[in-house]
Nanobody, 128 residues
Framework: VQLQASGGGLVQAGGSLRLACAASGRTFSRYAMGWFRQAPGKEREFVGAIVSNGGGTSSADSVKGRFTISRDNAKNTVYLQMNSLKPEDTAVYYC??????????????????????WGQGTPVTVSS
């Protein structure tokens, strides 16, 4: 599986960005997907996740109410809509994919170690 993240850039505080992560392969609909971010000097942290059929999502407390994760299985793409951006949202954003085990299609994976595949990251800079 290859993941290609895009949509990052420079935005003023209070602005919005929409990140996209395109996946290769014909089995995208089976993957649980996640977004993580890593700020300079910090560990990579969970941002949001979505189950394979899009029926369940989870977001980190720090972005809840501002960021929304969604997916379009017909386009092999997962999105991260980021609104009301703050300077502390500045980071490189990574998408990740996991092939759930049998019976795990409805599980939302929030741990970095749970994911099997990672994209290259797209940088987001929020100016104050």
């Amino acid at each position: 599986v290859q993941l290609q993240a895009s949509g990052g850039g420079l935005v003023q505080a209070g602005g919005s960005l929409r990140l996209a992560c395109a996946a290769s392969g014909r089995t995208f609909s089976r993957y649980a997907m996640g977004w993580f971010r890593q700020a300079p000097g910090k560990e990579r942290e969970f941002v949001g996740a979505i189950v394979s059929n899009g029926g369940g999502t989870s977001s980190a407390d720090s972005v809840k109410g501002r960021f929304t994760i969604s997916r379009d299985n017909a386009k092999n793409t997962v999105y991260l809509q980021m609104n009301s951006l703050k300077p502390e949202d500045t980071a490189v954003y990574y998408c990740a994919a996991k092939i759930p085990p049998a019976g795990g299609d409805s599980v939302i994976y929030t741990r970095r170690s749970s994911y099997d595949y990672w994209g290259q990251g797209t940088p987001v800079t929020v100016s104050s």
